[in-house]
C-alpha cells in the first residue's frame, strides 16, 4: 500500500484512511463528508489526490506517441493548456482510462491516469514508435508519481484563498498550465479538478507538499477527503472509472463522444469504436433524480412499467439537492429517455425517478482573485 507525502499531516489531523486504487487516502475527516462537500460549494477545500499517477512523455516524438494512444485531439490545444482525453482498449473500445494531459513544454506533457492504471498507460506509451521519417521517433516515458503531492484546490473561493499563499498560482485559468513557483518550490499548476466547481491543481514536489498543505489549510481552504470528492464529481455528472469508464463501457456508451477526435487520424481503438458508431449503442448514461433521501447503489435496477430498462453505475445522497441522485445506463432499445418516469429498485422498494441530464448541480460564480 502506497501512502501521500501528506500522509502525517492527514493522520494528524483525524483523517479516517482506506485503502484505494493500491494507496492509503483520506476518506473524510472528523468534520465529516457532509460538511467536506458543503465547503467545496460554498467557499474552499483542499484535497490530496496524490493517487493519481503521473507519467511524464518527453522528446520529439512526445506528441505522436500520444496521438496515437489517447482519443482527443491534442492538435486542438497548444503548450500551457491541459486536455481531457481517452485510452482505449483496441480491441472493442473500452475505456482502459479516462486521463488528463497536462502540455508543459513544447516536447514535454505530464500524462495523470487514475491511480490503478498508471503502469498501463506508462507500458502503452512506453514501446518505441516510428517518426515521419521511418526511423525511430525519440521518446521518453517515466513514471514521476513518487516525485510529487497533487493538491487539488477547489470551490468559489479557491482562487482568493490561494491568492494568500501563491497569488501567480491563482491566476492559472481554467485548463490552463503553467510552471509556477509556490513558497519558494517549483510547482506545476492546472486549471483542472473533479468536483464540478472552479479551482486549480497543484504538482508540489514532496519535499514542499507539507509546507503547501499547511498554507492552504490556514489560508481558509477546508481539509476533504475522497468521500466528499465523490459526491462533488456525482452531482457533476462526472464519470468514474469502474463505473461509468471501464470494460465493456465506450466513449459512445458513457455520452463522452465529445472525447473522440475522428478527424486527426488513427488511434487506439479506433475501428472498434467506428463499427460502435456506425451500428449505434445499446445502452446510453442519464441521470436519475429520486424521490426521497434514500442513497440509490451502483448495480441496482431501473425499471419502466415494472420492466428492467438499465442499472445504476453510481448513486448517492446530494447533499445539495437532499435527495437520491443516480447515474444509470439505460437501454437504448426502450421508449425511456430524458424527462420520463422510472423506478429504481432500492432493496425490494420502487422508488420513483424522473431521467435527467446531469449534471445535477452547477457551480456556484467564483470569487474575484485579489488584484
Known amino acids: 500500500m502506497r501512502t501521500s507525502p501528506l500522509d502525517a499531516r492527514h493522520r494528524a489531523a483525524g483523517g479516517r484512511m482506506v485503502p484505494f486504487g493500491g494507496w492509503d487516502m483520506p476518506l473524510s475527516y472528523p ?70 494531459v497536462w502540455w508543459v513544454g513544447s516536447e514535454r506533457f505530464d500524462v495523470l491516469p487514475n491511480a490503478s492504471n498508471t503502469e498501463r498507460v506508462r507500458e502503452v506509451l512506453g514501446p518505441e514508435r516510428e517518426g515521419a521519417d521511418g526511423r525511430p521517433a525519440a521518446v521518453d516515458v ?30 492559472v485559468t481554467r485548463f490552463a498550465v503553467a510552471p509556477v513557483e509556490v513558497l519558494g518550490a517549483r510547482c506545476v499548476v492546472a486549471g483542472t479538478g473533479y468536483t464540478g466547481e472552479d479551482g486549480v491543481e497543484l504538482a508540489v514536489p514532496v519535499d514542499a507538499a507539507p509546507a503547501v498543505w ?68 445499446r445502452r446510453r448514461l442519464r441521470g436519475l433524480e429520486l424521490e426521497g433521501r434514500r442513497p440509490p447503489r451502483a448495480g441496482q435496477p431501473v425499471l419502466a412499467d415494472g420492466v428492467t430498462v438499465g442499472e445504476i453505475s453510481s448513486g448517492n445522497f446530494s447533499p445539495v439537492l437532499e435527495r437520491g441522485i443516480a447515474l444509470a445506463f439505460l437501454d437504448t432499445g426502450t421508449a425511456v429517455d430524458l424527462g420520463d418516469r422510472v423506478h429504481v429498485d432500492l432493496r425490494g422498494e420502487l422508488v420513483p425517478a424522473r431521467v435527467v441530464k446531469p449534471p445535477f448541480v452547477t457551480a456556484a460564480r467564483p470569487a474575484p482573485v485579489p488584484a
Not at 517515466?142 to 501567480?168: I, K, N
Open 214 to 281: 499547511s498554507a492552504l489549510v490556514e489560508a481558509g481552504c477546508t481539509p476533504a477527503g475522497l468521500g466528499a470528492r465523490d459526491t462533488l464529481r456525482l452531482e457533476a455528472g462526472l464519470p468514474l472509472h469502474g463505473h461509468e469508464l471501464g470494460p465493456g463501457i465506450t466513449p459512445l456508451q458513457a455520452g463522452l463522444g465529445w472525447v473522440v477526435a475522428w478527424d486527426k487520424g488513427d488511434f487506439r481503438g479506433r475501428a472498434a469504436l467506428g463499427a460502435e458508431r456506425a451500428e449505434g449503442v
Open 142 to 171: 517515466e513514471d514521476v508519481t513518487a516525485e510529487r503531492a497533487l493538491l487539488a484546490v477547489q470551490g468559489p473561493e479557491a482562487r482568493r484563498r490561494l491568492a494568500t499563499v501563491a497569488p501567480e498560482a491563482a491566476t
Open 31 to 100: 468534520s465529516g463528508t457532509l460538511a467536506e462537500h458543503r465547503a467545496c460549494r460554498a467557499s474552499a477545500a483542499v484535497f490530496d489526490v496524490s493517487h493519481l499517477g503521473t507519467v511524464r512523455v518527453e522528446g520529439p516524438g512526445a506528441l505522436d506517441a500520444l496521438q496515437a494512444a489517447f482519443t482527443n485531439d491534442l492538435g486542438k490545444v497548444r503548450p500551457g493548456r491541459a486536455q481531457y482525453t481517452h485510452l482505449l482498449d483496441a480491441s472493442d473500445a473500452s475505456v482502459l482510462d479516462d486521463l488528463i
